[in-house]
């Protein structure tokens, strides 16, 4: 890759920290709006039913709300992170992915970490269905396939993820 002008290398470590701002930032939004969904599904689920009405419902789609939030939150910090790794290439900026990819992304509990959250939520559905329907097998098939979804999108994750960094070397 050829010289930046400073003009434009400026303009790129403008968008590099918009982005990386942007990203904590919503990640930030979207654990606090989370922790309160949470909350409030655990409020009605534990509460006494009014009137014949099961407030389990209630916990269940405020813990789905929850979870297409973090799941659309997550979807556009992707895109902002392959941004990133663009600007990252044009101003040749190699250390933080090496660190990231070379000791970070290959460490088993970094999967786990980054799963813990759908983790969370199909124990939480699990719960408030059984609650709906009293009935075992409806809590342990949620959670057997909530895991079995959280495997494969691990799986689905780790074969789309380039073995190579930006440096052209191999990653293991």
Known sequence: ??????????NLL??????????MD?????????????IGSL????NPPIQSF????????????????????????????SRIQEVTKQLHLYKPTQIREAKIATQWWYAAR????YILFTILIGIYLFLIFTNIYVLATTI?????????REVMLSETHQNINLNGEQVY
Do not use: H, P, Q
Request: aromatic share 8%; charged share 20%.
């Open 1 to 10: 890759m050829g010289f930046i002008l400073k003009e434009d290398r400026e």
């Open 14 to 23: 403008t968008e590099y920290n918009v982005l990386r701002e942007e990203i």
């Open 26 to 38: 919503r990640d930030y939004k979207t654990w606090v709006i989370t922790a309160i969904l949470i």
């Open 43 to 46: 409020l009605a689920a534990f």
């Open 54 to 81: 099961n407030a389990a419902i209630i916990s269940v789609l405020l813990v789905l709300t929850a979870l297409v939030l973090y799941a659309t939150s997550e979807k556009i910090n992707n895109i902002n992170r």
């Open 114 to 117: 980054r799963n813990v959250a």
């Open 144 to 152: 057997v396939v909530g895991l079995v979804a959280v495997v494969l």
